[in-house]
């Protein structure tokens, strides 16, 4: 059984819901599809490994204080690929 991050939602409105995510070094964000596009915002350097469905599995790496943005329909599961502590923001753009 995977040990998931903690998600705290920070803000919620018609607009937009953001979330900050926190993760311990192997914790993951469990499988999950994005319904709307969105925006992750690193605040610590991120080091994560992304599984996705098809059985690939990619490595990304964010600085801290850098962004980027994807699409809705996303579909990954997110894994703190280090040996800190990982936390990023998520602002989902609901319009």
Not at 52 to 78: C, K, L, M, W
Request: glycine share 6%; aromatic share 10%.
């Amino acid at each position: 059984m995977p040990i998931l991050c903690l998600a705290t939602l920070l803000l919620e409105d018609k607009n937009v819901r953001v979330t900050r995510f926190d993760f311990d070094p192997g914790q993951e964000t469990g499988w999950h599809v994005h319904k709307y596009d969105y925006v992750i915002t690193a605040i610590t350097d991120c080091f994560m490994l992304l599984q996705h469905p098809d059985g690939t599995q990619t490595f990304s790496e964010i600085s801290s204080g850098n962004a980027y943005s994807r699409h809705a329909g996303v579909n990954h599961n997110v894994i703190n690929h280090s040996e800190q502590k990982m936390s990023f923001i998520e602002v989902e753009l609901k319009n």
